[in-house]
């Protein structure tokens, strides 16, 4: 994949260089800082960086479904006017993410279009992957985290006294369960997918898609009696599926030859994608053009860089779930 290498930005293949002995193995993030309400250090003396509004800044794609992941849960916690955001083009080319736009990280700093300036800002030496999303720090100038796991975490709840908004998306009596299910869903799931459609060994695809199917079939079993993946509160771990679910037939059946049945051939998996999608505020995070043309406009997945027209899609027809009992999202109370 295009990235840097000692600050330098070296062209090259998508995903290159995450492919070991014919399997896709995701370089981890590097970028690891936290931002809790007062800033104070951790349980473990670690500095932290206090909550503010327009401090930080969100760096993300419609195509990226780990960005995804941070643009629902600013929704869901109301952080729009508090965190700001910019979204690079759907086509990764020699250049990386590129913004349409010129983008100003902070006061002072030069306009870029390129995404990996965030990078070399950050660490003028840096080596590595360079990917979305980003969590900014306009006044350190540097990045915070570019784990979206971690930045979800953070939305979660450092802004909570700013905002008011007690919705709980990792609600402590639910971690067990929501961790099990993150687990699954990441290795089988979310990356499955990529180590599909970036395999470059039959066995290594093959392992990874009858991981996929599995896994994809277990869930249809606990959704058919189940309302979310943790009972009756929707939580974290069903918006981590949720943005792999909603690329799913526009693109991962496809162009990651995930072909052994579409999330429409399963009804409870269906009709819950189409819950979540209908939830208020998500609809808008969700830009199915982004993601047709990223996947598709890419060399390295489909040579011939012919977008299908299909497949047609109405995520906006009734769901079937209120068959279940739900609670919605988990609401903190005050003692």
């Known amino acids: 994949m295009p990235q840097l290498v000692n600050g330098q930005w070296v062209k090259g293949d998508i995903a290159a260089s995450e492919i070991k002995g014919g399997a896709f193995h995701r370089e981890p993030t590097r970028f690891r800082a936290w931002i809790t309400p007062d800033g104070r250090a951790d349980a473990d003396g670690r500095p932290t960086l206090p909550a503010a509004a327009n401090r930080y800044h969100l760096y993300v794609s419609?195509?990226?479904?780990?960005?995804?992941?941070?643009?629902?849960?600013?929704?869901?916690?109301?952080?729009?006017?508090?965190?700001?955001?910019?979204?690079?083009?759907?086509?990764?080319?020699e250049d990386g993410w590129v913004y349409a736009d010129p983008q100003?990280?902070?006061?002072?700093?030069?306009?870029?279009?390129?995404?990996?300036?965030?990078?070399?800002?950050?660490?003028?030496?840096?080596?590595?992957?360079?990917?979305?999303?980003?969590?900014?720090?306009?006044?350190?100038?540097?990045?915070?985290?570019?784990?979206?796991?971690?930045?979800?975490?953070?939305?979660?709840?450092?802004?909570?006294?700013?905002?008011?908004?007690?919705?709980?998306?990792?609600?402590?009596?639910?971690r067990a369960g929501i961790d099990a299910w993150n687990d699954l869903i990441y290795a089988a799931v979310n990356n499955g997918v990529y180590r599909c459609g970036f395999a470059k060994s039959q066995a290594s695809y093959d392992e990874a898609f009858d991981s996929l199917f599995a896994t994809l079939d277990r869930l249809e079993e606990r959704l058919a009696v189940s309302r979310y993946l943790v009972g009756e509160h929707l939580t974290e771990a069903d918006w981590r599926l949720f943005v792999t679910l909603v690329r799913f037939d526009t693109a991962y059946h496809g162009a990651f030859k995930c072909n052994l049945r579409r999330i429409e051939d399963y009804r409870n998996l269906a009709n819950y994608l189409r819950e979540l999608y209908q939830w208020p505020g998500i609809r808008d995070t969700v830009r199915l053009d982004h993601i047709k043309a990223g996947y598709y406009i890419n060399p390295a997945i489909n040579p011939t860089l012919i977008v299908p027209k299909g497949p047609a899609l109405d995520l906006d027809r009734p769901h079937d779930r209120d068959r279940l009992p739900g609670q919605g999202i988990w609401r903190n109370v005050g003692p």
């Open 62 to 93: 419609y195509l990226c479904p780990w960005a995804s992941r941070t643009l629902i849960v600013r929704t869901l916690k109301g952080l729009e006017g508090l965190i700001g955001v910019s979204v690079a083009e759907p086509v990764i080319g």
């Open 104 to 174: 100003v990280a902070a006061d002072g700093m030069a306009p870029f279009r390129e995404h990996w300036h965030l990078y070399t800002a950050s660490d003028p030496t840096y080596t590595g992957k360079v990917s979305v999303p980003v969590l900014w720090d306009r006044q350190e100038r540097r990045i915070v985290n570019n784990e979206s796991a971690d930045i979800i975490r953070i939305l979660n709840s450092a802004f909570d006294r700013l905002t008011g908004n007690d919705l709980d998306l990792y609600p402590a009596p639910l």
